[in-house]
């Protein structure tokens, strides 16, 4: 009995875990989006150029405090990004509002980043 109680619950966590990182890939895709659009509005071209954005997740639903977490190696696309990113509208799940998140731009595909406290 013990040990098919213990199976259950670990089945349990294993969904929960699965469902949680379903959101988190999907935020990171739609905030990859959104700063493609944002970049694009402002007339940032990262001319194929990848780099990393961290940033925390506030409870307006903005990134707030954009910052390089991992340079494109030019710091003029580097310090325009920023700009052109500051207080980014994204749309996330209530368990990442309150954290910090780094997000990939550039490059050939969308790939989710680092979330924490």
């Avoid at 699965?18 to 990171?28: L, R």
Wanted: glycine share 8%.
């Amino acid at each position: 009995m013990k040990a098919q109680l213990l199976a259950l619950a670990a089945g349990l966590l294993v969904a929960s875990a699965a469902q949680a990182e379903a959101p988190s890939q999907a935020f990171f895709t739609e905030a990859r989006e959104a700063a493609d659009a944002r970049l694009a509005k402002q007339g940032v071209d990262l001319a194929g150029q990848s780099l990393s954005i961290r940033g925390h997740l506030g409870n307006d639903a903005r990134l707030n405090g954009v910052k390089i977490a991992r340079s494109s190696g030019s710091r003029e696309l580097d310090d325009a990004v920023v700009k052109a990113l500051r207080n980014l509208k994204v749309t996330a799940p209530p368990a990442l509002v309150g954290r910090d998140v780094t997000v990939e731009l550039g490059g050939a595909t969308p790939t989710a980043a680092a979330a924490s406290h």
